[in-house]
């Protein structure tokens, strides 16, 4: 792939909580700005991913516990050595001599081919440092506001000692903000691996990989359906392609939401240095959904799509 991309992925949350801190509150900035790690919108990619039966090397996955000398046997983690051992079918990877072997197995894993991986097993110290680079998503929306609910369990405690506990069903939280507008910068540099190439272990960042990225950011959030993230949705993409020797700054900044009386509002002011920059932008793509968003300030090249169905319109 001879081109850059550059662009925005938005992730609307109204009544869940898109990424929570230990406290299982939305996490915030020291000055309590709420924002999304470049993790949460990793995962549900990866488990889309996963889901396909693509590769998927950093995920959890779990296994039964040996249970030798009598002990219970239980559900762990596996180790990322095991996880590589079982994606890959080896029985042992303390064996493999060869780090070319392990090089090529680490790049067809499609979590690796798009983000990386830090690799320190069994002797093979690897740091790959990956062709798409995601920033923190910045919540652009002024209202929100975490809501905690109590949840009734149908079951007692039958672990507390307080006699008038015991006869009760305990009780439990869920914290969700009211509404959250996340937008996550990215970058794409197919010449991250132009020194693995040369090594012979991958045929580089190609178009393939990064249409399969593309198909993968604008619809992983929407399916990714679990307690706390059903209302969280892909609401906005925008991909900037350009030369492969044209760099850009980090596209989110550019990017203000509103909210008006019928619609959601998304303000872009990038459109002035982006139309200046000519046969340098080879194209431009905004996905949204017209039905709820109302787009604001959308450079010349642009073509708009409705992402929930892509098509052109």
């Avoid at 010449?191 to 992983?220: C, H, I, P, W």
Wanted: aromatic share 12%.
């Amino acid at each position: 792939m001879n081109k850059r991309v550059y662009g925005v992925l938005g992730i609307s949350s109204i009544m869940a909580n898109w990424n929570a801190d230990f406290s299982g509150y939305p996490k915030t900035t020291s000055d309590g700005e709420t924002f999304g790690s470049d993790k949460a919108l990793k995962y549900p990619m990866k488990k889309m991913w996963e889901n396909e039966g693509k590769k998927v090397l950093y995920i959890k996955s779990m296994r039964f516990s040996d249970g030798k000398k009598g002990e219970e046997v239980t559900l762990i983690p596996r180790t990322l050595k095991e996880r590589y051992e079982f994606l890959f079918q080896i029985d042992d990877l303390k064996n493999c001599k060869d780090i070319k072997e392990v090089l090529k197995n680490l790049m067809t894993a499609v979590d690796v081919k798009n983000f990386g991986a830090t690799f320190a097993e069994s002797g093979s110290n690897i740091s790959i440092t990956g062709a798409v680079q995601i920033g923190q998503g910045f919540n652009k929306y002024e209202g929100t506001n975490p809501e905690e609910q109590q949840i009734l369990s149908p079951f007692r405690d039958s672990n507390d000692s307080k006699e008038e506990v015991k006869k009760n069903s305990t009780l439990g939280t869920k914290i969700v903000s009211n509404e959250a507008h996340y937008f996550y910068p990215f970058v794409i540099n197919p010449m991250a691996y132009k020194e693995l190439v040369e090594l012979g272990v991958t045929e580089g960042y190609t178009e393939e990989d990064y249409q399969n990225f593309r198909r993968t950011a604008l619809v992983s959030a929407t399916s990714f359906a679990t307690n706390s993230k059903v209302g969280c949705e892909n609401e906005f993409a925008l991909f900037v392609e350009t030369k492969a020797d044209t760099y850009l700054p980090s596209l989110s900044e550019y990017v203000a939401f509103e909210k008006t009386e019928t619609k959601n509002k998304i303000i872009l002011s990038c459109a002035d240095f982006l139309d200046q920059m000519g046969d340098r932008i080879e194209t431009i793509d905004i996905y949204y959904n017209p039905q709820t968003t109302i787009l604001q300030g959308v450079p010349q090249k642009t073509s708009l799509y409705d992402i929930r169905t892509q098509k052109e319109g």
